[in-house]
């Protein structure tokens, strides 16, 4: 599995579903933002754990489980190695990005007290700014937005301007996941730490497209979910710096991550197992390795150079379309891009590239504030991947001009 230089056809071979029709129609699928295709290397690893090795981990004398605790630990350390984290047991295997926000959120709550300031990015997902806000109930602490501009960039002066000593925390996405926007998250972490404050950068929507390296950016956590890299749903992982993670107390209790317990009182595992309480996604955890794999193998550059390719075409083929307007026009951005036609509802749209075969998103992008920030229901997004080609954005185009045709 090898690729020297992109072959997209063979790429696309990789993806069985790919080939299939919707609506008597070849799929043609816009909505990786959302979640990524699997490729045929991570359904075998799925196939061959179910088949030959599914056990409990970490409990068992029995080989089944000495094998699948293995194959699972060599996971993380394919995630440590990724994301060049400096110990394999910094990286908690979670059910994703929403399940690792949680866990810190609710770690600061023993940490924060009322007064205390966190600031959040104006162009968050949704389950990076309830947990905090939660958060902000329980502590007495406040919430402050950092703003941007038209273009979906967040407005810098503005940021260092809100940060002062009663900053305790910063949250941010890598990249947003409604406009594509990459945030300047190295700039806005040595910002925050230099009035003492942690940061944490939601990495899911960045990680398909960019290798972070949480050492060099100096991240205090870093999310990311497995089914936008080529994995499996329900499974992910929160990078936290070991001293971060010994100071936060654990999310869940249960089996797995305790070190003694009596009825009067319990001590807890050291790092990881002190956040993975109960039986993992033990399965998924060794796909998501799989998928960094398979990724990896492509290669991070050529999935960036050939993702930047298909956004300007059609970015340039899509605005020739009357009344068509973009969200989400920053310089540094990736492969998505959000749209509405005229006045034309994004659901109607959608509705109409469905019967074509065409996956897009429409609604709020789990982002209901970047759409009243920009007085709009919603947008239809169409987020690309490395295996998508020129020919699909052309379907993606005629689609749209048909939908206009018919709903204005
Ligand atoms: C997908 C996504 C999430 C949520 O991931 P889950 O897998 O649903 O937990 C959070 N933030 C961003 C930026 C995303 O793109």
Known sequence: MIHTVLDILKIREDFPILKRKVNGKPLVYFDNAATSQTPQYVIDVIVDYYSNYNANIHRGVHA???EAT?????????????????????????SGTTHAINIVANGFSSLLKKGDEILVSAMEHHSNIVPWQMLCERTGAIMKVIPMSLDGELLMDKY???????????FCNHVSNALGTINPIKE?????????AA??????????HIIADVQALDADFYTVSAHKICGPTGVGFLYGKEAWLNTLPPYQGGGEMIAEVTFEKTTYAGLPHKFEAGTPNIC???AMGAGLDYMNSIGFDAIAAYEHELLEYATDKLLQIEGLKIYGTSK???????????????YDIGTILDKLGIAVRTGHHCAQPIMEFFQIPGTVRASFSFYNTKEEIDVLVEGVKRAKAMLE
Do not use: C, M, W
């Open 160 to 170: 260092h301007a809100l940060l002062s000593e009663k900053t305790k925390l910063v």
């Open 70 to 94: 293995d194959k699972y630990e060599e996971a993380r350390i394919k995630v440590q190695t990724h994301f060049n984290a400096a110990h394999s047991h910094e990286i908690i295997l979670t």
């Open 188 to 196: 806005i972490i040595d910002a925050a730490h230099a009035v003492g």
């Open 64 to 66: 089944l489980s000495q």
């Open 284 to 286: 998924g955890g060794i």
């Open 332 to 346: 540094n951005k990736t492969a998505v891009i959000s749209f509405n036609v005229g006045i034309i509802h994004p």
């Open 199 to 208: 940061v944490l950068i939601d990495g899911a929507q960045a990680a398909p």
